[in-house]
């Protein structure tokens, strides 16, 4: 038995539990940009060392460049990036939680603008100020400053589009002309 530096302990190739290679521990303690050369007689499977690497890039997160020596000496494997495992999955729960968040906005921008219009539909004139305030106790489970925030975007485009006319802080249906 013999104590190890720290240095030292990071060159050794160590197994993990189960049933585990040289060639698989060392394919799996590549750093980023370094490459591994497999000699056939370092591989003794039927198939090519490829089909390792694909386990490892699933099961690990890694991601390799895999591919046969011409002359037929063996096999260079290369990881090419660090992506992890936990991180890629971080990224597509973010934003599933980013789509859903959307999702929720247009759906409570679309009942604004439906019950928004339901309310100028009946009251023909209201000010601004009563609009927002019965779309925040409506909708009083929402945030408010999100509601108030898209009111304002609701109305701003109602009024580009020529559905509602914005005169004296007041909103109004305008009269057509045929």
Not at 2 to 27: C, D, P
Not at 36 to 65: C, Q
Not at 146 to 155: A, C, G, Q, T, W
Request: proline content about 1%.
């Amino acid at each position: 038995m013999q104590k190890l530096t720290s240095a030292e302990y990071e060159q050794l190739a160590i197994r993990g539990k189960g049933r585990s290679s040289h060639v698989f521990n060392s394919i799996v303690n590549l750093q980023v940009g370094e490459a591994l050369l497999i000699e056939h007689r370092d591989w003794k499977r039927k198939a090519s060392p490829s089909t390792l690497v694909r386990y490892i890039e699933k099961n690990h997160g890694m991601r390799f460049s895999c591919g046969a020596i011409s002359g037929g000496n063996g096999w260079a494997v290369r990881r090419v990036d660090g992506l992890q495992k936990e991180s890629a999955q971080k990224e597509t729960t973010s934003k599933i939680v980013n789509k859903s968040a959307d999702q929720d906005r247009l759906q409570l921008k679309s009942d604004l603008v439906v019950f928004y219009l339901g309310r100028m539909a009946f009251h023909k004139i209201e000010r601004i100020e009563d609009s927002i305030k019965a779309c925040t106790v409506h909708f009083w489970k929402s945030d408010n400053t999100i509601v108030n925030e898209l009111f304002h975007e609701i109305i701003k485009s109602l009024e580009d589009q020529g559905h509602i006319v914005i005169e004296n802080g007041k909103t109004y249906i305008p009269l057509r002309r045929n």
